[in-house]
């Protein structure tokens, strides 16, 4: 039996790599991250709108992780003094963190409503 507020055609999946994208940064990151590669490795046969969302997450997760440790590794070179380091390097860390989750949330948004994500056309 049809509910009245049910789905006419199947899920896209598109949710599944964001959630392993927000998993990744908030729950269990080296987990979250080689099962996101292994999404993007397998990412061939699947649908247009899942690839996509697929090849974003996987692109902001190594975005992210250079931002950070490249950010870092400056800050350790440029200040002299562990106290201005430390608080430089929690500083950018959490900035940029809170970032690449929100930036997450919003993508889950959008797979939800089978929308393609934010992110540079030529990439996905």
Do not use: C
């Not at 994208?21 to 490795?41: C, D, R």
């Not at 709108?49 to 590794?73: D, N, Q, V, W």
């Not at 070179?77 to 390097?89: L, Q, V």
């Amino acid at each position: 039996m049809q509910y009245s507020g049910a789905r006419v055609k199947p899920a896209s999946g598109a949710v599944v790599p964001v959630i392993w994208y927000l998993l990744n940064l908030l729950a269990i990151p080296v987990i979250g991250f080689l099962i996101l590669l292994w999404l993007f490795v397998k990412s061939a046969g699947t649908n247009e709108l899942r690839r996509a969302h697929t090849r974003a997450a996987m692109f902001m997760s190594l975005i992210g992780f250079s931002l950070i440790s490249s950010g870092i590794a400056f800050g350790w070179m440029f200040f002299r003094d562990p106290g201005h380091f430390g608080t430089f390097a929690l500083v950018w860390a959490i900035a940029l963190h809170t970032g690449f989750v929100l930036w997450g949330m919003v993508s889950l948004a959008r797979a939800m409503s089978e929308k393609m994500p934010h992110f540079p056309a030529r990439w996905l």
